[in-house]
């Protein structure tokens, strides 16, 4: 009864302004936010596979090589100022130091009667920057075991599509790669010893041959000269490959770094800031909507202002009378959602065919979620509203 005393004063021409407005606002915030999780997902899974929507990337910086570093009149090494000077960057989450082999490395391997020998360069680099979960990444000298290894993707790669295709040998997938032991033998300052190996993962993220810490210690003490070197390669952690202020320091202190990393943030960077404009302009949207909704529902309370008095007076409680406006803002609300979660659809079909891979469902669910948010918050301000009015009238 109470439902249709009220519905007489209802205007279908202000709902349905409030409802379109609405849509706009919500589809534009959902696809939007769709948009950014597809395409964040794309470039995290080029990076390698981090999690986060815009994630940390890593960059490995060196110094250029020019005549002075060939004839021995310059160094390629960084200073400890240098280091230090990185270290202070506020984009700089983390910094570590490639530390080099200082002696003779050669390894050999037989594989189904082939022997192979060849000479190996060795680096090791803080474990935090490693990429590869290995539970052995150690390395004790008092009981040296396997010395663990890790090795670049692009490695393997070259070797089963270009060397070993070439030679007539077998290609090795990973798994098999890493059941083979190797033979290391390490020599320098009058001393040779051969340490029994195992490739143990495959990083995406360094372009060296990469063993323990431990082990580069120990070794260099060993067979290498004692003379401490400066490290001549660098590894960042940035929470923002993106910012303008990394390529502005590395180019004024001549450095370099691989400029697809580079690229790729200065993707995600332009990105994020798209998708914030964009967000914005939809939740503005929204924004002045609400305020369309709140002027129809005050305007329909004032118009109805005589038939809730006689509703008081015959007992019915204010949250009693407040249900049918509950009511109209709920159905309201829900099918906007509804719709523009259909719109959301509809507009990601666009792109996500021309993305390589397969998207997961979360940025189904981002999207979703950032809607069904802003739907919530919208229609409990008006409850609160709705009811706060119903109390001051009566």
Known sequence: MIRRLLRKNISIAQIAGYALANLLGLAIVMTAVRFYADVSETISADAGGN??????????????????NTIGARSSGFSDEEIAGLRSQPWAAAVGAFEAADFNVSASIDFQGRGMH?????????????DVDSRN?????????EVPIIIPKDYLALYNFGFAAGRGLPQLSESTISSVPLMLTASGA???????????GFSSRLNTIAVPSDFIAWANAR??????????????????????AIASYLRQCGYE??????????????????????????????LLSFFILMLAVTLLMQKSRTTLHWLMLLGYAPAKVARSYYRLVGVVNGGVFVVAALCMAGA?????GALPGKAGAWPVLASLGAGLCLTAIITLVNFYVIRRYLHRLF
């Open 137 to 145: 990444w150690s390395f004790n000298p008092d009981a040296p075991g």
């Open 51 to 68: 999690s986060g929507l815009i994630p940390a990337d890593y960059l490995v910086v060196s110094k250029p090589v020019s005549l002075l």
């Open 223 to 244: 067979y290498g000269s004692g003379a401490a070197g400066k490290p001549s390669r660098l590894i960042l952690k940035v929470d923002n490959p993106g910012d303008p």
């Open 118 to 130: 060849t000479f190996l360069f060795l680096e090791a680099i803080p474990d935090e920057f490693i």
């Open 190 to 200: 009058g001393r040779s010893d051969s340490f029994r190996a195992r490739i143990v």
């Open 257 to 286: 770094t691989a400029s697809d990393r580079l690229d790729r943030g200065r993707a995600g960077y332009l990105l994020t800031v798209f998708t914030v404009v964009v967000c914005s302009v939809g939740a503005v949207i929204c």
């Open 348 to 352: 990601s079909s666009l792109w996500t």
